[in-house]
C-alpha cells in the first residue's frame, strides 16, 4: 500500500472529503442461524442540545424510530443471523469524476480504506456509475485503472466489496460530469447496463453488484421514465443479467423503501438475481417496516438480502421525484442529531440480523470521523459551506486516527455483532 506522511496526508483527505460535498442524491431522499444473543451498545453520544427550530423535526423523527423499536421487538424470535457490516468508500465514489484521475487520489483513498478498517468496517460500497464505465466515455481506460487498483486493495484487506452500478448524477450539484440523455432509449441503456455490468465483474470481481435499488433515480436520470414501472424494470434487469458470466459475485437490484413493494415482489419472483437489494432514507411511515417486509419476499422467493444505502434523512416530508434537497443534507453536520443517528444505526442493525440481511452500508462515512456543533456562525451556512466545515474536521480526525462519536458507536455495533 502506499504511504505518506502526515501532512500530505491531511493534503490527500482534504481533496478526497472536502471536494465530495454531496456525491450522493436519494429520491427521497444466511444463512445459518446463531445461538448468540447480542445486546446494543449504549448511545456513544453526549447529549447536546436541539436548537428551537429543529425541536418537532426532532421530535417526530423519535417518535418514528421509537416505533420501529417497538415494532422490532414485537417480531423479535431471538434468533439471529450473521451481518457483514460495510459502509461507503466516499472517496472512490465515480460522480466526482474527473477529480478521481488527479494525482494523489488513489493514495487518498487507501488513507480512507485505513481509517474504515481501524474502526471495524469489514466491507465497502463504492459506485461505479453508468456511464463511467462504458468504453466511450472520456478518458474510460484512466477510470479503469483507478477503480481497478481500488478494487484490488479492498480485496486484498479481506474486505467485501459492493459495487452499486446505477446512474451518474449528471448535471447536477452533485457531480461535475455533464451527459446529455436526451437520445437515450430504454434498448440502448439495457445493452450498454449488461456491457458495463461484465465489465465491472471481470475488472473489479466485486462480492456484491447492485445494478440498481432506485428504479425512480434511473428513470430521472436517464430520462427513461416507464422504468419506475415495475413490469419495466423487471424487463430491463432481466435483458442485463442474460447471458451475463457472474464469477463469483451476487448481482442486486431492488428499492427504496419509499418505493412500491410491486417492485420487490416482480423482481424476486421473475428474474435470477441472487440478491434483493434495499435502500433506506426517510424514515416517516412505513418506509422502515417495510424494509422488514422486503426481506420477508426476498427470502420467500430464495433470495439474498442486502442494505447498501441507508442513512437517517432528516425530514418529514414525503421524497420527491429526484434527490434530496440542500436544506435537508446540511442537517447531517451537526452533532445535535447524533443520538437519534445512533438509534436508527441500531434498529438497522438488529433489521438485519432478524431477517438475514448478509450485507449493510451506511452511506454519509464521513459523519463517523466528525460533525459540527450548531453555533450561530454556521446556523445560515450554505450547504457546500456546512459540508465544506464537517468534512474538514473529518480529514483531519481520519489523519490523527480519531473517530467521531458517531463512528464510535458504529464501531462498537460492529463488535457487538461478533
Not at 444473543?37 to 424510530?65: G, I, M, R
Not at 466491507?123 to 487498483?149: C, E, H, L, M, R
Not at 442486486?252 to 434483493?276: M, Y
Request: proline share 4%; with cysteine; net charge negative.
Amino acid at each position: 500500500m502506499l504511504k505518506c506522511g502526515r501532512s500530505e496526508g491531511v493534503a490527500l483527505v482534504l481533496l478526497m472529503i472536502t471536494s465530495l460535498l454531496s456525491c450522493r442524491a436519494v429520491s427521497k431522499p444466511a444463512v445459518t442461524t446463531s445461538a448468540f444473543t447480542t445486546t446494543a451498545p449504549s448511545a456513544a453520544s453526549t447529549q447536546v442540545a436541539v436548537p428551537n427550530e429543529y425541536l418537532d423535526l426532532h421530535s417526530a423523527l423519535k417518535a418514528d424510530l421509537d416505533r420501529f423499536d417497538g415494532f422490532l421487538k414485537s417480531r423479535d424470535t431471538g434468533v439471529r443471523y450473521p451481518v457483514v457490516f460495510g459502509t461507503e468508500l466516499l472517496t472512490a465514489n465515480s460522480n466526482r469524476g474527473p477529480d478521481l484521475l488527479k494525482p494523489g487520489t488513489l493514495q487518498g483513498t487507501f488513507v480512507n480504506l485505513d481509517s474504515l478498517q481501524q474502526m471495524g468496517v469489514q466491507g465497502v460500497t463504492i459506485n461505479v456509475a453508468y456511464p463511467v464505465y462504458t468504453s466511450d466515455f472520456p478518458q474510460y481506460q484512466d477510470y479503469v485503472n483507478y477503480f481497478k487498483q481500488v478494487a484490488a486493495e479492498v480485496h486484498r484487506r479481506g474486505m467485501k466489496l459492493d459495487v452499486e452500478a446505477g446512474v451518474v448524477f449528471h448535471d447536477t450539484e452533485y457531480s461535475p460530469i455533464k451527459v446529455d440523455f436526451a437520445g437515450l432509449t430504454l434498448a440502448k441503456f439495457e445493452s450498454d447496463m449488461h456491457s458495463m455490468l461484465q465489465a465491472i465483474i471481470d475488472d473489479l470481481k466485486p462480492d456484491y453488484i447492485n445494478l440498481g435499488a432506485e428504479p425512480d433515480t434511473h428513470a430521472s436520470l436517464t430520462g427513461i421514465h416507464e422504468l419506475n414501472n415495475p413490469q419495466v424494470y423487471t424487463q430491463f434487469v432481466n435483458y442485463v443479467l442474460s447471458g451475463l458470466e457472474r464469477g463469483t459475485t451476487k448481482i442486486a437490484a431492488g428499492i427504496g423503501t419509499w418505493s412500491s413493494t410491486a417492485f420487490v415482489e416482480s423482481l424476486a419472483k421473475s428474474t435470477s438475481l441472487d440478491c434483493i437489494a434495499i435502500h433506506i432514507y426517510p424514515v416517516l411511515g412505513d418506509y422502515l417496516t417495510k424494509a422488514a417486509s422486503i426481506a420477508e419476499t426476498a427470502t420467500q422467493y430464495g433470495k439474498s438480502i442486502i442494505l447498501d444505502e441507508c442513512w437517517l434523512y432528516k425530514t418529514e416530508s414525503p421524497p420527491g421525484t429526484i434527490a434530496g434537497t440542500t436544506a435537508v443534507y446540511r442537517l447531517d453536520s451537526f452533532s445535535f442529531w447524533a443520538p437519534l443517528d445512533e438509534q436508527f444505526l441500531a434498529g438497522v442493525a438488529k433489521l438485519c440480523r432478524m431477517y438475514g440481511i448478509e450485507y449493510v452500508s451506511p452511506f454519509w462515512a464521513n459523519f463517523f470521523f466528525g460533525d459540527l456543533d450548531y453555533a450561530a456562525e454556521n446556523a445560515n451556512l450554505t450547504y457546500s459551506e456546512t459540508v465544506a466545515q464537517s468534512n474538514k474536521v473529518a480529514a483531519q480526525n481520519i489523519v490523527d486516527g480519531k473517530r467521531g462519536v458517531l463512528g464510535e458507536y458504529y464501531s462498537s455495533l460492529i463488535v457487538a455483532d461478533r
